[in-house]
């Protein structure tokens, strides 16, 4: 670590396959930051991650004044997770190295449970969670023969990879709930996936490794006007960034015959939007607030970059849209609107030095 000159900042990601590019793919926004950083005078050091070279990239991360890291949960190709990584981003970080997303505030943020912990504010809905196969077994018949499809959402993921709709298709007796082999209809969130039809128990028991190694489940009723859209709203800590706007696919179902939809690309737009400016204030000063206070995130703590998704919910009496939080992402945020990449930067500058500071004050007391 140096003391003085350029803040130096490490941009952490997954080791590129071979073809990738290894400055970010085009369209990642990866670009775009790096040349925000370099006009604030921050010096990047790229660092790939792997498992194999751990010892490697732990050297390089403490050379630096802060990491920006953009690896998610679990990579889909190959289903690797942050086993390995969390602990060695907790080292370096109790080390003096700022890191964002710390670990720690993943896991108060950026997994499904944020949607039960928060369920009371004004983004929430009907959400239960499960921290046992039992629980499940137990609860999720009785909701679902209230006849509305409900959602359910492993622990930790992206990619739709684990998140599921349910619809129970047998009938139930008045007060009754169904029994194992009831039928039930489920369409997994991951891409290229198509509705099946298999009997209650049966489905029961593909969520039980949910519940493996410390696992839960979220459960959430899925919102009917699904068809208008997901709205993704980007962070740079405390303050929105930036829109995207997309047409989902996941959850879906495919008309008879006809293959999984596929998502349309998303539509990226600053955080002036017109039409989204009561959801914007919605959340600098109501919800983001009101989660920190929940959650006990200091502002200095919330991720350099971070986004929520929200839903459409039901429409309020006037005719007016609400809006239901269906996640938070904070493991790996990228592509992001080309707007956020100035904030991202002159944010990153000032927690850069910030941490510089602190780390010399303490080498030298």
């Known amino acids: ?52 070279a751990a010892p490697a990239v732990r050297e390089q991360l403490l050379d630096a004044d802060a990491a920006l890291v953009f690896v998610d949960p679990i990579h889909v190709p190959d289903g690797r997770d942050r086993s390995q990584l969390d ?13 964002s997303a710390h670990p720690d505030t993943i896991l108060k943020l950026g997994t499904k449970d944020v949607l039960y912990t928060t369920r009371s504010l004004g983004w929430g809905a009907d959400t239960h969670r499960y921290t046992t196969a039992e629980q499940l077994r137990a609860a999720l ?134 039409d989204l400016q009561a959801l914007r204030a919605r959340m600098e000063h109501e919800w983001v607030p009101a989660m920190q206070r929940l959650l006990a995130i200091e502002t200095a703590s919330l991720p350099l970059l971070w986004d929520a998704d929200f839903l459409y919910g039901p429409r309020t009496d006037s005719g007016a849209d609400t809006h239901v939080l269906c996640e938070i992402n904070v493991s790996s945020v990228i592509p992001f609107p080309p707007e956020a990449a100035a904030p991202l930067a002159q944010s990153t500058r000032a927690w850069a030095l910030d941490a510089r500071r602190t780390r010399s004050a303490a080498a030298t007391a």
């Open 141 to 274: 018949p009785v909701r679902l023969a209230a006849g509305a499809p409900r959602v359910l959402k492993r622990y930790r993921g992206n990619g739709g990879n684990g998140v599921w709709k349910v619809e129970l298709l047998s009938p139930v007796p008045a007060g009754g709930a169904p029994a194992d082999d009831a039928r039930v209809r489920v369409l997994h969130a991951l891409r290229g996936s198509h509705e099946e039809e298999l009997p209650l128990g049966a489905f029961l028991e593909r969520c039980a490794p949910y519940f493996s190694g410390g696992g839960l489940v979220i459960d959430q009723p899925f919102q009917s006007r699904l068809g208008k859209g997901q709205l993704r709203v980007y962070l740079v800590r405390d303050r929105v960034a930036g829109f995207g706007r997309q047409r989902v696919a996941a959850l879906m179902p495919a008309p008879p015959g006809s293959p999984p939809p596929e998502p349309e690309p998303r539509a990226y737009s600053g955080p002036e939007l017109t």
């Open 1 to 52: 670590m140096t003391t003085a000159g350029a803040p130096q900042v490490a941009i952490l990601r997954r080791a590129p396959r071979p073809g990738d590019e290894p400055h970010g793919a085009p369209g990642d926004r990866l670009r775009e930051l790096l040349d925000a950083l370099a006009r604030e005078g921050v010096d990047v050091r790229l660092v790939a991650f792997a498992e194999e």
């Open 87 to 99: 602990p060695l981003l907790r080292e370096v970080a109790a080390r003096g190295v700022a890191v």
